[in-house]
């Protein structure tokens, strides 16, 4: 016998070592760039199979095919978080800081239950002028006139007229009023009772909105906001009559470049499922379904006073987060933690002790304060005292000046009297006259810093005169009387001025310490506040998290206790709470804060008090929240679109490199050997058969113990409460009963309905009594049990995938025949086995989506069964109608009150049913694709798949194979830039130009068109990375490539036995679809949409 053949590691088909490796890492942002890499790969590998396409002889529409499904795998799923929380709670401000942007949200003055859903995601465009989108949906026709219907109900009274209640903006009346109006606003109260829903829903104005998508664009959020506020925002004043958009708006979905949702997240922002706007109420319903994350925003002080962690998620929502499995989704959001008093926060703390140093130092920074201040205002009056005594100078310095001129004209002067003396009046204005006040500049008189009022100029000589003669009997002034006294007023200026500059410079001190000292206090009180919020925040943390496990605790104990009373031990846990509060992300935020720090909110003052940075805020902890939220996603899809790749590769290579030839049986062992592979191959089907037969009948088993069994258990007592559920309604309002309005309100909506005294939902109560019941079994089935069973199965199809393997390649091994295509089939069987565990991750995704699907389906039915007495309770007219309503209400419910819930159920039963159909179909599917590429690789690994018919390989067949080695050798090393830096290109030599093979059969060699990419388009007989780096790679541990040419250098004249071939084809060939091109890898890096 021959010896093993040990083929080099380099040729096509060995281990892919960088492909391999990088599906085993864990970071994201690594597996997408090699999805990235692997679509240009699959791009250079569909180039020559699409050439060769309208030739029937060949191979290559199968392997296109299976690169086209590849290439859909590329495109990644968006990570859905929804946000929910009541009225105030700050959603929009808490949505706008994670997309660090100061407004952008639309809001709307009116009341929270007529918002939108509002859905954020990223802007993947390019254009410079959409870099903020947005598009609003608005309702269908029918929609519309299903809400008018029901609004003027509840406007009209029995007599057709519009409601006196309707000037009350609270009652249900008064809201109905407002949305009328506001799309209506041309209409007055008595046009509104003479008009119809059914000719209001056909106005043209609202007609040619309704069903509709508007697109909007701007180049800044602020200018996408005041877009959207057109369409959300309602007017409190519509002096203009100018319709108003908001009643009709489905969902608002907008687009920017925020780098929070750059890995995939999109915010929903949700109002609520309780709308009065059913087509709103159900765009609601649907995200809560899709949703991967949910956030639940709550005002810290709330949360923090009443720790109602578990009522503000509501025992409805508790339990709808039980069926849906999505506890382990949820992140608690407290807001608002900038409204804090530092004294009630160091009280409930316990830490005012720890404080008391830095409250003593700030009262004694404010009474240091203080007696500066006080200081100050004793400057102020020594202040005072100089600019008077400054004046009085001014005024003596003027008389003296006066005397002076005159004895320089030779009159006889004398001392002046006192200025105030009896029997003479100075005149004085408050302005001094330019004469004086040059006389006070003069180099003999400094008036600097001070200002006097002076005397008329016009009665100044009149009055010198009138002095001289009353002083006559003095002795008349000498000159150096007269310069010796105005020598000493210059000194007592100049003393004045000395006091003054001596007091400014002590206020300018003074100053410095008050805001060095009230500096210092902010700097203090910053500290505390930090303190106290941060220290608030750990502490809502910790009670949010248990609060939130034992919420879970209760749901947990009350379903045991219904279950099995008489086992159920409440000292045991069920599960680890511990645990439960652990994985509880909770953030608390401050939106005001982060916007303040960031440049944002200039008007605003001391919002960012107490908070040294962003990272106080947790605004930035919650947007890389956002981030991390995508990454199992990320990782899940990128790593099971690299290993479809891997799988592809092997099975491409093993058919690539098998031109006929290699196989060394006789004819009659290679039938044998088919015959025995065949067999195994049937076994191995029936195996799988038999595995899947075994899931399906486990899937079904764990339905009926965990779930149906309940139903028959709990419908009894739901029928039985039944009629008291449906009297309580019309009870007297001080026993919980409704008003006539709200009772007929609800009706008219059949059941549902959300007013003034908040929402209400008649068939969620009715069937109240088993819904409390099924979370338990329901989560145990679905997040355990059914994965359980297709684990299962998984590990069954592996088991039997190596039993057969090992004994396909039996004989080969035993022969030492083909080493490299059984090592290939080895690598293929790790490649299955991986792929296995995708197909059971979306086996279990489907179960998730129906099953959440299912759970909400039960209320429907329940209100479907209920609609005649709805319907019958809604016509109820005129004296006495109340007390019919209420009576044909219970009257119902008691005639139906098994039916209804055996209708629900069974319905529910149905659809989980359908549910276990739909996996048996996709896992047959599975079994089924699995076993043709099992039974194509092995047939032509082991016996060659032409030689077992009795034919051999057509010649364009074996051309185009030879053609794929070095492609498919190349693909590897492809790889190889994620984790090596590449070498910097060489200048590129000038190529021959490639030609495609049809337009060389039919026309001859063509120069390709400037404009296409021929480095990957039209280069089709080298290897890939040569493509890439512009010259051929020589594998030195391939003989066979080692000679390799550069690429272009013998290209056509390697290419004509092919184009020969073809020519003999016929030259009249055409390509059999002309618009096919290769794959556009957009679409992994620009996802569309989706729609709910």
């Known amino acids: 016998m021959a010896g093993v053949k040990h ?19 864990s970071a994201p942002e690594r597996l997408e760039a090699g999805v990235a890499v692997g679509v240009k790969q699959l791009e250079i590998l569909k180039a020559p199979l699409l050439e060769v396409l309208p030739v029937g002889t060949t191979q290559a529409p199968q392997w296109i095919k299976s690169i086209e499904e590849l290439e859909r795998l590329a495109k990644p799923t968006r990570t859905i978080v929804g946000v929910v929380g009541n009225t105030g709670a700050g959603k929009s401000s808490v949505i706008s800081a994670v997309l660090d942007e100061e407004r952008l949200l639309p809001t709307n003055c009116m009341r929270a239950c007529t918002a939108s859903p509002t859905e954020i995601s990223y802007n993947y465009s390019d254009d410079p002028l959409e870099l903020y989108r947005a598009e609003v949906d608005f ?41 009328i109006k506001a799309v209506y606003p041309q209409k007055t109260k008595e046009s509104m009772a003479l008009s119809s829903p059914e000719d209001m829903v056909k106005e043209p104005a609202i007609a040619r909105v309704l069903g509709t998508t508007k697109k909007l664009r701007a180049t800044t959020s602020a200018a996408l906001y005041r877009l959207l506020q057109e369409y959300v925002d309602s ?8 319709i108003e958009y908001w009643p009709l708006i489905k969902v608002v979905r907008i687009y920017t470049k925020a780098a929070a949702l750059s890995t995939g997240a999109c915010l929903v922002d949700l109002p609520g499922v309780q709308d009065s706007n059913a087509a709103r109420a159900a765009v609601a319903a649907n995200y809560m379904k899709a949703c991967t994350g949910l956030w639940i925003v709550a005002p810290i002080t709330r949360a923090v006073d009443d720790k109602t962690a578990k009522s503000l998620l509501g025992d409805s929502f508790r339990r709808q987060l039980k069926y849906d499995g999505t506890y382990s989704a949820v992140t608690f959001i407290c807001s608002k933690t900038d409204d804090i008093s530092e004294t009630e926060a160091a009280d409930s703390l316990g830490i005012t002790d720890d404080l008391a140093p830095s409250w003593r130092k700030i009262d004694e920074l404010e009474d240091n304060v203080r007696d500066i201040k006080k200081q100050m205002a004793d400057l102020k009056d020594e202040k005072k005292a100089c600019q008077e005594l400054t004046e009085q100078v001014n005024d003596e310095w003027d008389r003296w000046y006066e005397l002076k001129e005159q004895l320089d004209k030779g009159n006889t002067v004398y001392a002046p009297g006192p200025p105030d003396s009896p029997g003479k009046k100075r005149k004085r204005q408050s302005t001094s006259s330019p004469e004086k006040r040059r006389k006070r500049k003069s180099p003999d008189f400094d008036d600097s810093d001070f200002s006097a009022s002076e005397g008329s100029d016009g009665d100044s000589d009149k009055e010198n005169e009138d002095e001289f003669q009353e002083s006559e009997d003095r002795p008349p002034l000498t000159k150096e ?32 310490q008050i805001k060095a000292y009230n500096a210092e206090k902010e700097a203090l009180m910053d500290e505390i506040r930090n303190i106290c919020i941060q220290g608030r925040n750990e502490y809502s943390r910790g009670a949010i998290k248990q609060d939130f496990a034992m919420g879970i605790k209760e749901l947990d104990q009350e379903n045991a206790a219904e279950e099995d009373e008489d086992n159920f031990d409440p000292d045991v846990d069920i599960r680890d709470y511990d645990a439960v509060a652990k994985s509880l992300p909770v953030f608390c935020v401050s939106s005001r804060a982060f916007q303040k720090l960031s440049g944002r909110l200039q008007r605003d003052r001391n919002s960012s008090s107490g908070f040294l940075s962003l990272d106080d805020t947790e605004v930035p902890q919650l947007q890389a929240h956002a981030k991390k939220l995508t990454e199992a996603g990320r990782a899940a899809n990128a790593r099971r679109f690299l290993n479809s790749l891997t799988q592809l590769m092997n099975s491409m290579t093993m058919w690539a490199t098998n031109d006929g030839t290699r196989s060394n049986l006789t004819d009659k062992e290679k039938r044998q050997e088919d015959t025995r592979i065949r067999n195994q191959l049937n076994k191995l089907e029936q195996d799988l058969e038999t595995a899947l037969q075994k899931c399906y009948a486990d899937m079904g088993r764990q339905l009926y113990e965990n779930i149906y069994a309940n139903f028959d258990k709990f419908i009894p007592d739901a029928a039985q409460l039944a009629p008291q559920t449906a009297t309580g309604w019309g009870a007297p309002r001080d026993m919980g009963g409704l008003v006539w309005a709200t009772y007929k309100a609800t009706c008219r909506r059949y059941g549902v309905y959300t007013g003034a005294a908040g929402p209400k939902d008649f068939n969620a109560e009715l069937f109240d009594p088993i819904s409390r019941q099924l979370p338990s079994g329901w989560e145990r089935a679905f997040q355990r049990r059914l994965p359980d069973c297709l684990n299962a199965f998984v590990a069954r199809f592996k088991a039997v995938l190596r039993e057969f393997h090992a004994e396909a390649i039996k004989r080969a091994v035993d022969r030492s025949n083909n080493y490299h295509g059984v090592t290939m ?19 279990i995704t489907t179960i998730q989506e129906r099953q959440r699907d299912a759970s909400r389906s039960f209320e429907p039915v329940i209100q479907d069964q209920m609609r005649p007495a709805y319907d019958g309770c809604t016509e109820e007219r005129g004296p006495g109608s109340y007390k019919r309503m209420k009576a044909l209400m219970i009257d119902h419910v008691t005639r139906n009150q098994e039916v209804m819930f055996r209708t629900a159920t069974g319905n529910v039963q149905q659809a989980l049913d359908g549910m276990c159909k739909e996996i048996r179909q996709q896992l047959e599917d599975c079994i089924a694709e699995k076993h043709a590429s099992i039974m194509r690789d092995y047939l032509a690994v082991l016996i060659g798949a032409e030689a077992a018919e009795h034919k051999g390989l057509p010649r364009m067949e074996r051309m185009l194979r030879a053609e794929m080695v070095p492609l498919l050798a190349g693909i590897d090393e492809a790889f190889k830039i994620l984790y090596e830096k590449p070498p910097a290109k060489p200048e590129p030599a000038q190529a021959e130009p490639a030609v495609s093979k049809i337009e060389a059969a039919q026309t ?21 990375s040569a493509v890439q780096e512009g010259h051929a790679v020589a594998d030195d541990s391939n003989e066979e490539m080692q000679d390799a040419p550069a690429v272009g250098e013998h290209q056509l004249e390697d290419r004509k036995p092919l184009l020969e071939e073809l020519e003999q084809q016929g030259s009249d060939l055409a390509p059999a679809n002309p618009g096919a091109t290769v794959a556009d890898d957009s679409a992994f890096i620009k996802p569309e949409p989706e729609v709910y």
């Not at 083929?7 to 990088?22: F, I, M, W």
């Open 139 to 179: 309702i269908t026709a029918d929609d519309w006139l299903r809400d008018l219907r029901a609004l003027f109900s509840d406007l009209l009274d029995g007599n057709g007229e519009v409601s006196r209640e309707s000037s009350n903006q609270d009652s249900d009346a008064g809201i109905a009023y407002a949305k």
């Open 825 to 843: 089939l080895g690598q293929q069987l790790e490649t299955h086995s991986q792929g296995l565990i995708d197909i059971a991750t979306q086996a």
């Open 7 to 25: 083929e080099p590691e380099n040729n096509p088909g060995a281990a892919q070592g960088y492909l391999k490796r990088l599906i085993n890492e």
């Open 481 to 512: 009387q007269i310069d010796e006294k105005m020598k000493s007023l210059r000194d007592e200026k100049k003393d004045i001025r000395e006091r003054k500059k001596n007091i400014e410079e002590k206020e300018r001190d003074f100053r410095g």
């Open 235 to 242: 007017r409190e004043k519509n002096s203009e009559k100018k």
């Open 1004 to 1024: 001859g060699p063509v120069v390709n068109d400037a404009s296409q990419d021929t480095s990957v388009k039209n280069e089709t007989f080298s290897d890939a």
